[in-house]
């Protein structure tokens, strides 16, 4: 896991009178709260878990009734053992959607304080240009330019504000948590340590699309061994054996379609990784950047607007990174519904 840093908040007095105060009030959540309220309460996994007690109900009476013929029995297994990975894959699938909501909201949140830092800039900017031209040293366009570059800035961090809601409100349908609710953040983002071949091994009992197809083929394969013999027509032991071959061709363009997909998912998953540490590196440099200005600031080499820029770009650095590491989860949900097996570290093994 890597553990993630944050630079402490910035004091410059311009920037903080404008900042909007988290809301106290409102209930805050870690993405493991939301994935796993998002389990309890998803409507997929329920209908999902809801197929497996039923399949494993019929799979349970088939084998105990001595009158269930072998295709029957082979049926009621191969039902039950589908209904296990269709489990499996709805709580995948609802982890990502809970995954992606929850950064969603977590980037939302974040925005707002980036956009009220740049209508700070700006109005800052504007105040500049004012004086310049009272002094004769800007013309009246100038100030009119500062004047739409600050009501641009403004519309920004209104719409800002309001994709907090929209993705709050998503957040709890989603979830089943209580509206406005707000994302805590991330503590730390997982790694990938398991290889692509490994991944690729598991896919025969991980996922749906080839345990189906393997089912159809060992279910043909039942229906060619009951139909050679001396009593069934020739003509039906050939089309058993027909949709034998056509089960297996299908059973090979799905174990290649999922590993190419797979192996897609692994890619993006790598290369999210490789960018979180470039992020983390400009984070950083613009980190070493604000704490030269503020030291240039107090000797009186630069101004505190100067200084209030070199505190945008930081808080500009601060939110690529947040977005690099929203990345890196997001991919690994992804990776985990590609592999059908959970490698987010969150929620368990599923």
Do not use: C, W
Request: avoid cysteine; aromatic fraction near 2%; proline fraction near 2%.
């Amino acid at each position: 896991m890597h553990t993630l840093t944050r630079t402490p908040t910035l004091t410059l007095a311009l920037g903080l009178a404008l900042l909007v105060p988290t809301a106290a009030a409102q209930s805050t959540v870690t993405v493991t709260q939301a994935v796993q309220a998002a389990l309890t309460n998803g409507t997929d996994v329920r209908t999902a878990q809801a197929n497996l007690e039923k399949a494993t109900a019929a799979n349970r009476a088939a084998q105990a009734d001595p009158s269930t013929l072998a295709a029957a029995k082979l049926s009621a297994g191969q039902g039950q053992a589908l209904a296990t990975v269709g489990l499996r894959a709805a709580r995948l699938s609802t982890l990502q959607n809970a995954v992606n909501a929850y950064t969603a909201l977590y980037e939302a949140q974040e925005n707002v304080e980036l956009q009220t830092l740049q209508n700070a800039v700006n109005q800052k900017a504007l105040q500049v240009a004012q004086v310049k031209q009272s002094v004769g040293n800007a013309t009246a366009l100038d100030v009119q330019k500062a004047q739409n570059t600050l009501a641009g800035s403004a519309q920004d961090l209104a719409d800002a504000r309001a994709q907090v809601n929209l993705a709050s409100a998503k957040m709890a349908s989603l979830t089943g948590l209580a509206s406005g609710v707000r994302a805590a953040g991330l503590t730390t983002v997982p790694t990938l340590k398991t290889s692509l071949t490994q991944l690729r091994s598991g896919l025969g009992e991980n996922l749906t699309s080839v345990v189906s197809a393997q089912q159809d083929v060992a279910a043909a394969q039942l229906t060619v061994k009951l139909s050679d013999n001396d009593f069934t027509p020739a003509r039906t032991l050939q089309d058993a054996r027909t949709a034998l071959a056509n089960a297996q061709r299908t059973l090979d363009a799905a174990q290649k379609n999922a590993s190419t997909a797979l192996a897609s998912a692994y890619q993006t998953a790598q290369n999210a990784a490789e960018q979180l540490k470039v992020a983390g590196s400009r984070e950083a440099a613009a980190g070493k950047s604000y704490t030269q200005d503020a030291a240039r600031l107090k000797s009186g080499t630069i101004s505190p607007v100067e200084l209030q820029q070199t505190q945008l770009a930081l808080k500009q650095a601060q939110y690529a990174r947040l977005q690099a590491q929203d990345n890196v989860l997001e991919s690994l949900a992804a990776l985990s519904v590609a592999a059908g097996q959970n490698l987010t570290g969150i929620g368990g093994t599923l």
